[in-house]
């Protein structure tokens, strides 16, 4: 897969305010996708952020599933370091028929809008 495919689910992960840096993808030799990046634990809508990302990507529906997960991962904190530099977060999507762009649409229908906007994110 091009990394031109990446493209539109990459400006739109750049945009959700907690998520910070670079954002890394690959694709594996069978068409099976990733995306890796940051989340700024700090952000006062970090935990926001996960949670959002984490209904529509692992549990958007009990009988429909997307074939994503989104999820933490880490070196060992023993020899690194903290959250704060050493936690990142995957999408990984197990079925090539689904396009990061069918992502990032699923994204943008669902999270808040639009998403750069800190008061959309404001939940009471």
């Not at 993808?25 to 990302?53: C, M, P, S, Y």
């Not at 990507?57 to 050493?86: A, I």
Request: hydrophobic share 35%.
């Amino acid at each position: 897969m091009d990394n031109r495919a990446f493209t539109k689910l990459i400006e739109y992960l750049e945009k959700i305010p907690a998520i910070r840096g670079a954002i890394a993808n690959g694709t594996e030799t069978d068409g099976r996708w990733w995306v890796k990046f940051e989340i700024d634990i700090e952000h006062q809508f970090a935990w926001h952020t996960v949670q959002e990302l984490g209904h529509v990507l692992n549990y958007m529906s009990l009988e429909e599933r997307l074939p994503t997960t989104f999820h933490p991962v880490s070196p060992p904190p023993y020899m690194n370091g903290g959250p704060e530099e050493f936690l990142s977060w995957v999408i990984e999507c197990h079925d090539p028929r689904f396009k990061p762009g069918t992502c990032a649409e699923w994204l943008i229908g669902r999270l808040p809008n639009p998403v750069e906007d800190l008061e959309q994110w404001a939940t009471e």
